[in-house]
């Protein structure tokens, strides 16, 4: 038996499987994300690079990011790290 996740997508910034879901307000993700992206997959390590690259801190923006491996699915939780 096989089970698809359907959240697993492919980011359009990096080409890798995007396993981590996560969301965040849509005026962050504006903020963030550059514009010919908006409407596509970005994983959360562009995103976090996105976001890096812009100073935009998004910790507060963001509650739960889920995982969704191939063997298991879990509930991340989100630590909020004050930028330096
Ligand atoms: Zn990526």
Do not use: I
Not at 12 to 17: D, I, P, T
Not at 36 to 62: G, I, S
Request: with cysteine.
């Amino acid at each position: 038996m096989q089970k698809r996740q359907p959240s697993q997508q492919t980011c359009r910034s990096c080409r890798c499987v995007d396993k981590f879901d996560f969301h965040v307000p849509d005026l962050v993700w504006k903020q963030v994300v550059p514009k010919n992206l908006q409407t596509r997959v970005v994983c959360l390590e562009c995103f976090d690079k996105f976001a890096a690259e812009k100073q935009v801190p998004y910790t507060h923006f963001l509650h739960t990011v889920y995982f969704a491996g191939e063997k298991a699915q879990m509930e991340l939780k989100v630590v909020d790290s004050h930028d330096p």
